[in-house]
């Protein structure tokens, strides 16, 4: 098995910052894209952003120029620093990650439990 296991959610104020991070652990040959997504109640997750193993970065046009994903392959983690945040922000984030149990087994797809990310006054 692999697990993920978000944290660095919380309470915030408009404007202020937060980190979250994502940690891998378990068996696992390698581990392909990351991804962090998000999800408002009673609607699908929503994809905030993705860094595949190559590293190139993607983001949705609502956080652009204000999320930054990145990834530690050494340590097997993603983090998401959000910063300018909004109060339509707020939502569970997800964690997500593309992950090989062997160098020729297919491809398997993980996700974290969520955390809250609040941004109100």
């Known amino acids: 098995q692999v697990q993920l296991v978000e944290s660095g959610g919380g309470l915030v104020q408009p404007g202020g910052s937060l980190r979250l991070s994502c940690a891998a652990s378990g068996s696992f040959f390698s581990i392909y894209a990351m991804v962090w997504y998000l999800q408002h109640p009673g609607k699908q997750r929503e994809l905030v952003a993705y860094?595949?193993?190559?590293?190139?970065?993607n983001y949705a046009d609502s956080v652009k120029g204000r999320f930054t994903i990145s990834r530690d392959n050494a340590k097997n983690t993603v983090s998401l620093q959000m910063n300018s945040l909004k109060p339509e922000d707020t939502a569970v984030y997800y964690c997500?990650?593309?992950?090989?149990?062997?160098?020729?087994?297919?491809?398997?797809?993980?996700w974290g439990q969520g955390t809250q990310v609040t941004v109100s006054s």
């Open positions: 860094i595949p193993s190559g590293g190139n970065t």
């Open positions: 997500y990650a593309d992950v090989a149990r062997t160098a020729s087994s297919t491809r398997l797809r993980y």
